[in-house]
T-cell receptor, first 115, second 112 residues
């Protein structure tokens, strides 16, 4: 199974809402990632979890809160978002390299619209 | 610091023609290089990767890329374009054990 699944596919939320994005993989990968992708742009790294511990936070605003409950699951909790946060949110996973990265496997993404 | 430059934000070729997507990288250490493809409203899919060893790398869907250290390039090619190749293509370079840096992307269009 080389699939990364993400739910929901689409999400519309108001600026005062709290919602969560979910990501799951069963490939035994111990590194998991959240990316944000705006239209016609490359993915921008937000967070990296390595062995269920947060290893990279790319100075993401605190209204985005990641969580890795176990080695297969990754959540992104959203609160008080701004309209400019509307984007495609991609989850990815990979084996954890020691000095160089392994290839990342991406999910289909969650299309988020903040109204 | 590592970086990637993709030359040409949009490339258009005729069906059956050669596809050439250009990527140049900058890295202070021996790089690992990747090409990903993204179809509309989908996530990214790995086409191929260069780690060490053979400089000509073959990937899925008939694509290949050649690592040229002297030119700091990793261009993607396919001998004969198919309509289904229309997509966004991203070149990426390693930047540590858990990070890759993406180029700005090249949109490939195929003319019938």
């Amino acid at each position: 199974d080389t699939e990364v699944t993400q739910t929901p596919k689409h999400l519309v939320m108001g600026m005062t809402n709290k919602k969560s994005l979910k990501c799951e993989q069963h490939m035994g990968h111990r590194a998991m990632y959240w990316y944000k992708q705006k239209a016609k742009k490359p993915p921008e790294l937000m967070f990296v979890y390595s062995y269920e511990k947060l290893s990279i936070n790319e100075s993401v605003p605190s209204r985005f809160s990641p969580e890795c409950p176990n080695s297969s699951l990754l959540n992104l909790h959203l609160h008080a978002l701004q309209p400019e946060d509307s984007a495609l949110y991609l989850c990815a996973s990979s084996h954890q390299g020691l000095a160089v990265p392994y290839e990342q496997y991406f999910g289909p993404g969650t299309r988020l619209t903040v109204t | 610091a590592q970086s990637v430059t993709q030359l040409g934000s949009h490339v258009s070729v005729s069906e059956g023609a050669l596809v050439l997507l250009r990527c140049n990288y900058s890295s202070s250490v021996p790089p690992y290089l990747f090409w990903y493809v993204q179809y509309p409203n989908q996530g990214l899919q790995l086409l191929l990767k260069y780690t060490t060893g053979a400089t000509l790398v073959k990937g899925i869907n008939g694509f290949e890329a050649e690592f040229k250290k002297s030119e700091t390039s990793f261009h993607l090619t396919k001998p004969s374009a198919h309509m289904s190749d229309a997509a966004e293509y991203f070149c990426a370079v390693s930047a540590g054990a858990s990070k890759i840096i993406f180029g700005s992307g090249t949109r490939l269009s195929i003319r019938p």
